[in-house]
């Protein structure tokens, strides 16, 4: 199956600091997504994104869908402490029918 | 209200026993799924299925049996349990193959 390599692995941050993370694959995709697992809880969507070089905020933050289509970006401005959690990006590639996950980001914020 | 319920949340059980988790979504989705979360927190993608029918079947031993009774209604039956089928099994739903899936709450499931 196709491989989503998410980058880090894991972060720990100071509660008000910017957090960026990605997502790259090894081929082409159609569709990004971006989802946010509490402890605890399943993962949540957050953003989606359906076009190469599409920027979309929610809240503070905010998802970009690469311009190679093989990569896609999440930052998250002034952290707060809820927004810890693991952090998955999902891909649908431009020859297949299933969304293929990543390897997950862990985000601790110390307040 | 819940979209996507499952059932039971926590599972203890010993070596051996067979066990159902039930999965349940009120959304009118036609694609329903089964991943497994393991110790590291990948996401591994085990069955598929679209309108009952079985589209995605990962290599999954085959202790592990979905059932569809409807489209609403995905169970995950687990045959003579070994200790490293303890994980979270999440269920999820979509419109469509490639439409956005939406989660459950996971049911975590311990093998003694």
């Known amino acids: 199956g196709q491989q989503l390599n998410q980058s880090p692995q894991s972060m720990f941050i100071q509660e008000g600091e910017d957090v960026s993370m990605n997502c790259t694959s090894s081929?082409?995709?159609?569709?990004w997504l971006w989802y946010k697992q509490d402890p605890g809880e399943g993962p949540v969507l957050l953003i989606a994104l359906y076009k190469a070089g599409e920027l979309t905020s929610n809240g503070r933050l905010t998802a970009q869908f690469g311009i190679t289509r093989k990569d896609s970006f999440l930052n998250i401005s002034a952290s707060i402490p809820s927004d810890v959690g693991i952090y998955f990006c999902a891909g649908l590639p431009n020859t297949g029918n299933q969304f293929y996950f990543g390897t997950g980001t862990s985000l601790t914020v110390i307040p | 209200d819940t979209a996507v319920s499952q059932t039971p949340k926590y599972l203890v059980t010993q070596m051996g026993n067979d066990k159902s988790i039930k999965c349940e979504q009120n959304?009118?989705?036609?694609?329903m799924y089964w991943y497994k979360q393991d110790s590291k927190k990948f996401l591994k993608i085990m069955f598929s299925y679209n309108n009952k029918e079985l589209i995605i079947n990962e290599t999954v031993p085959n202790r592990f049996s979905p059932k569809s009774p409807d489209k609403a209604h995905l169970n995950l039956h687990i045959n003579s349990l070994e200790l490293g089928d303890s994980a979270v099994y999440f269920c999820?739903?979509?419109?469509?193959?490639?439409?956005?899936?939406?989660f459950g709450p996971g049911t975590r499931l311990l093998v003694l």
């Open positions: 959304l009118g989705h036609d694609t």
């Open positions: 999820a739903s979509s419109s469509g193959r490639a439409e956005t899936q939406y």
């Open positions: 081929s082409i995709f159609n569709t």
